[in-house]
């Protein structure tokens, strides 16, 4: 069975860092594209950004340009999302998703398998 696990969640407080990871159980994924998506409390579920599976192509919604970097370790079957300058709009859910693919897009369906989700809770 094929599952993703995300951590590294938590509560921060603005301006802070946070790194989640995502790792897959069941399979290797140098062959996968991984999405990271949020969904805030009362909205709809959002793209973060996206990177291929070769690591050399990535996407980014606007919110998180020049905040936000993916990243992915093939060799440790891991992938990241490093997040700076938090701010307390960012508060949400995310997930990581993954999808067999050479490239990646930001849309939900694009993507197979979904993680469960870590809290990121960014507040004073």
């Known amino acids: 069975q094929l599952q993703l696990v995300e951590s590294g969640g938590g509560l921060v407080p603005p301006g802070g860092s946070l790194r989640l990871s995502c790792v897959p159980s069941g399979f290797t994924w140098d062959n996968y594209a991984i999405g990271w998506f949020r969904q805030a409390p009362g909205k709809e579920r959002e793209a973060v950004s996206c990177?291929?599976?070769?690591?050399?192509?990535?996407k980014y919604a606007d919110f998180a340009k020049g905040r936000f970097t993916i990243s992915r370790d093939n060799a440790k079957n891991t992938g990241y999302l490093q997040m700076n300058s938090l701010e307390p709009e960012d508060t949400a859910v995310y997930y990581c998703?993954?999808?067999?693919?050479?490239?990646?897009?930001?849309?939900?369906?694009?993507?197979?398998?979904w993680g469960q989700g870590t809290q990121v809770t960014v507040s004073s």
């Open positions: 990177i291929s599976n070769s690591g050399d192509h990535t």
């Open positions: 998703a993954t999808a067999p693919a050479d490239g990646c897009g930001l849309a939900d369906y694009e993507y197979d398998e």
